[in-house]
């Protein structure tokens, strides 16, 4: 165990948790929990998107993928948040805004019906659930060798810290620590990046390259099938998340949720970049040797000092926990108001509460993550079996609507039954409950998506026909 950083990792959390309860008297109702009273300005839907987005994935597997494969590494995650975020601002932001329903399943009922709604609100749970747990997989490993507790452990302190701060002021503190948390890791980036560009250059980094036999390291388009398949699977995903939609809604309008957009593409652009900067240039000073830890683990570990050491250790674990109460909180949110809201509908007065139901759901989404943690644990598998979900079984019918104003149940409910299904498969396959041989992520992903485009057409041609037919 590492003494110094458990001692920075203990003030990180103490911060985090005065920020909860500072926003625990706030909560009187579902819209101050969930959408933070649609108050948010510009800048803090920017800070709160760059943090929730910026996750594990950002940091720890785009670093190792660029210190082992070169600058192709961008595609990882920078090309799918820069493109998602820009067909956001520019095309979505204002029809989301403008939305009479507070939740994507809202938005589904009103063009597929109820029974297509409730569909998608379990999809949507799903999902959330799987993403949480990708946090909890990258949190879980990055801590376990610097505190010397078991796996399993790891995974439940930062899980019980998490819900502490998000059972206490809901979104609110969701947005609050996003902010503390992107300040964190710029500062945690630039001062390793500028460490790494003292250390290393070019030329070194090109001889560290030649010496393991990768010659491609300098090629953008290295890999390219691979890297444009994992690109699409997140920008499908991503596009029709609840997560941006989320911090859309809560926008003050339509202006300052797309000035956010905007501005967090810019800082995807520098971001992503000294991510990838950071794993290419971290070449030459482990002289390209396979590393037993993720390689931002082994810079806190060996190169940086106690000060530099201890800001990256405790950015790293900001990054992930950003990503993860994100996904906690959206997921409580579809559960409370999508499922219990809307299939059980509880009184109005009585033991209904919906801050306290809000508040449980929470926790349920935070264990239900914490055992599929347990068995997956690769954190680009789980991210991306949880991508899968949302491209393969709503980006189809979600898309549609904004394009469809008639009401087509048929076409909604058939595309995201095959695509969903299909993407169901994909997730037990991962996890070997079901013997399957089914082309493993991101390969799976054409498939899935030309299986709801069939649903949707069939769907789609069936309602035509039957409307002719209630007219006679």
Not at 148 to 158: E, H, K
Not at 307 to 317: D, I, K, R, S, W
Request: charged share 10%.
């Amino acid at each position: 165990m590492r003494p110094e950083l458990l001692l920075f990792l203990a003030g990180y959390f103490v911060a985090l948790l005065v920020v909860g309860l500072k926003f625990s008297r706030r909560m009187t109702n579902l819209e101050d929990f969930f959408l933070a009273s649609r108050s948010l300005s510009a800048s803090l839907v920017f800070l709160s998107l760059t943090a929730s987005w910026f996750g594990a994935t950002s940091i720890l597997v785009t670093t190792d993928e660029a210190f082992r494969f070169g600058v192709s590494a961008f595609w990882l995650v920078g090309v799918p948040a820069l493109a998602t975020v820009l067909l956001l601002a520019f095309f979505l932001a204002g029809p989301i805004r403008r939305l009479d329903v507070q939740t994507l399943p809202g938005l589904v009922e009103a063009r597929y019906g109820k029974a297509v709604r409730h569909a998608a609100s379990v999809l949507i749970l799903w999902y959330m659930i799987v993403l949480a747990s990708s946090q909890m997989v990258a949190l879980g490993q990055f801590l376990k060798p610097f505190l010397g507790v078991p796996y399993v452990w790891s995974l439940g302190l930062g899980t019980a810290v998490v819900l502490v701060y998000l059972l206490s002021g809901g979104f609110f503190s969701v947005v609050a620590t996003d902010v503390l948390q992107c300040f964190l890791l710029t500062a945690g980036m630039a001062g390793l990046g500028v460490y790494l560009a003292l250390s290393s250059s070019v030329q070194t980094v090109s001889v560290a390259a030649r010496q393991v036999g990768n010659t491609g390291y300098f090629n953008f388009f290295q890999d390219g099938q691979r890297n444009a398949l994992i690109a699409l699977s997140f920008i499908l995903a991503w596009t029709i998340s609840p997560i941006a939609w989320q911090r859309i809604q809560a926008a003050r309008s339509v202006k300052k949720a797309r000035q956010g957009l905007l501005t967090a593409a810019g800082a995807f652009i520098v971001l992503y970049g000294l991510v990838v900067f950071i794993g290419v240039f971290s070449l030459p000073l482990f002289s390209g040797r396979s590393l037993p830890h993720p390689l931002i683990s082994e810079i806190v570990a060996s190169k940086a000092g106690i000060l530099g050491g201890g800001v990256l250790f405790v950015a790293v674990v900001a990054a992930i926990l950003s990503t993860m109460d994100t996904a906690i909180n959206t997921g409580a949110l579809t559960l409370t108001r999508d499922i219990v809201g809307e299939v059980f509908r509880p009184p109005k007065t009585g033991p209904w509460r919906p801050v306290r139901t809000g508040r449980l759901a929470t926790v349920i989404v935070a264990l239900l993550a914490f055992g599929i943690a347990t068995r997956l644990q690769s954190i680009l598998q789980t991210l991306g079996l949880a991508s899968e979900i949302m491209a393969e079984g709503l980006f189809v019918p979600g898309m549609a609507m904004f394009i469809f104003k008639k009401k087509r149940p048929l076409a909604g409910g058939l595309s995201l039954a095959l695509g969903g299904g299909f993407a169901l498969l994909s997730f037990l396959s991962a996890l070997k409950i079901l013997p399957l041989s089914l082309p493993a992520w991101p390969f799976s992903v054409p498939y899935g998506v030309a299986l709801s485009l069939f649903g949707f057409a069939a769907g789609y041609i069936i309602d035509l026909r039957k409307k002719p037919e209630r007219q006679r």
